[in-house]
C-alpha cells in the first residue's frame, strides 16, 4: 500500500527567507508524486509533479522539490518566500498500483509567513 | 477552459435531510473523481469514474451515498439521511486518461462545503 507522511503540519517562515516542506512516500511500486496547495475556501492546485523522468522538479510560484529514492522523499523548497506563500500544502502520492490512479495524501503543512 | 466547476459552494442541512452536490469536470477530461476533506485532514478517495461508468467506490462510501456521470460528463453525489459526521469538504477532480495509457494530472474544483446541524 502506498502512502504519505508530512513532518511538520505547521510551519512559520519569515519573509525571504528559505520554505522546506517535508513529504515523505512509501510505495511498492514506482511512485508519482505531487505537491499541492489549497488557498482558503478555494481547491487545490498543483504545484509540481514528479513522474519518473527528472529528479529535481521545477513548478510554479518559484517552488521546486527533489525526489530522493534512497530517502524516500519528495520535500518541496523555495528559496525566498513571499507573503502570498502563506497557505496549506499537501503531498500525494499517485496509486500505480491499479487502474484508478487515484491520490493517495498526506495531512498537509501550514504555512505561515511572517512579515 | 473554466476548469472544474462545483455547485453548490456551500450547502448547510439538517440531519437526516438529503443533500445531491454537482460536478462539471473539464470538457474534454473522461475520468472524474470524488474526494472528501474533514478538517485538519487531507482529501480522501472516495470514488471515480470512466466516462460514464463507475469503477471503484471507497470503503468511505456507504450505502447512502450515490454518484452518477450519466453521460460521462457533469457528475452527482448524494448523500441520503445526511449524518453529523458527513460533514466535510466534498472536493471533484478531473483528469484525461489517453486510450494507450498515459494520462495528465488531476484539476480540482473549489469544493462543495457540507455542514449537517
Known amino acids: 500500500a502506498q502512502s504519505v507522511t508530512q513532518l511538520g503540519s505547521h510551519v512559520s517562515v519569515s519573509e525571504g527567507a528559505l520554505v522546506l516542506l517535508r513529504c515523505n512516500y512509501s510505495?511498492?511500486?514506482?511512485?508519482?508524486l505531487f505537491w499541492y496547495v489549497q488557498y482558503p475556501n478555494q481547491g487545490l492546485q498543483l504545484l509540481l509533479k514528479y513522474t519518473s523522468a527528472a529528479t529535481l522538479v521545477k513548478g510554479i510560484n518559484g517552488f521546486e522539490a527533489e525526489f530522493k529514492k534512497s530517502e524516500t522523499s519528495f520535500h518541496l523548497t523555495k528559496p525566498s518566500a513571499h507573503m502570498s506563500d502563506a497557505a496549506e500544502y499537501f503531498c500525494?502520492?499517485?496509486?500505480?498500483?491499479?487502474?484508478?490512479?487515484?491520490?493517495?495524501w498526506g495531512l498537509g503543512t501550514s504555512l505561515a509567513v511572517n512579515p | 477552459d473554466t476548469g472544474v466547476s462545483q455547485n453548490p459552494r456551500h450547502k448547510i442541512t439538517k440531519r437526516g435531510q438529503n443533500v445531491t452536490f454537482r460536478c462539471d469536470p473539464i470538457s474534454e477530461h473522461n475520468r472524474l473523481y470524488w474526494y472528501r476533506q474533514t478538517l485538519g485532514q487531507g482529501p480522501e478517495f472516495l470514488t471515480y469514474?470512466?466516462?460514464?461508468?463507475?469503477?471503484?467506490k471507497s470503503r468511505l462510501l456507504s450505502d447512502r451515498f450515490s454518484a452518477e456521470r450519466p453521460k460521462g460528463s457533469f457528475s452527482t453525489l448524494e448523500i441520503q439521511r445526511t449524518e453529523q459526521g458527513d460533514s466535510a469538504m466534498y472536493l471533484c477532480a478531473s483528469s484525461l486518461v489517453e486510450p494507450g495509457g498515459a494520462d495528465y494530472e488531476q484539476y480540482f474544483g473549489p469544493g462543495t462545503r457540507l455542514t449537517v446541524t
Open positions: 500525494a502520492v499517485r496509486d500505480n498500483a491499479g487502474n484508478n490512479r487515484k491520490l493517495i
Open positions: 469514474f470512466q466516462n460514464e461508468a463507475q469503477l471503484e
Open positions: 510505495s511498492s511500486v514506482p511512485p508519482y
